[in-house]
Nanobody, 123 residues
Framework: QVQLVESGGGLVQAGGSLRLSCRAS????????MGWFRQAPGKEREFVAA??????????YYADSVKGRFTISSDNVKNTVYLQMNSLKPDDTAMYYC??????????????WGQGTQVTVSS
């Protein structure tokens, strides 16, 4: 079982930056793929970024829409995953969710979810 708590959302102007945090408790979070999804009003939840650990290596995955602007990272001592978001656009406005699952997938069918943190980008 994994508990996830997000923080760091807020209101920012287009072109600005935000950093989201997701603190995980329970089983060691490196046992899971850790990811970020987002959901805008009236839209389906979509994959944003993820990372997983295997065989001593770390693997990173990004949606095309955020590649080059967003960076996922982790602090293994703090059991925390971050999403650094730069060059934000109004289209990035959404509720952002942290998620964990034993297996990485771009589908929003992960086992564990946080409560979400709102990101609003004004034009």
């Amino acid at each position: 079982q994994v508990q996830l708590v997000e923080s760091g959302g807020g209101l920012v102007q287009a072109g600005g930056s935000l950093r989201l945090s997701c603190r995980a408790s329970g089983r060691t979070f490196r046992s899971y793929a850790m990811g970020w999804f987002r959901q805008a009003p009236g839209k389906e939840r979509e994959f944003v970024a993820a990372m997983r650990w295997s065989g001593g290596s770390t693997y990173y995955y990004y949606a095309d829409s955020v590649k080059g602007r967003f960076t996922i990272s982790s602090d293994n001592v703090k059991n925390t995953v971050y999403l650094q978001m730069n060059s934000l656009k109004p289209d990035d406005t959404a509720m952002y969710y942290c998620a964990a699952d034993p297996v990485f997938s771009r589908a929003a069918d992960w086992d564990f979810w946080g409560q979400g943190t709102q990101v609003t980008v004004s034009s």
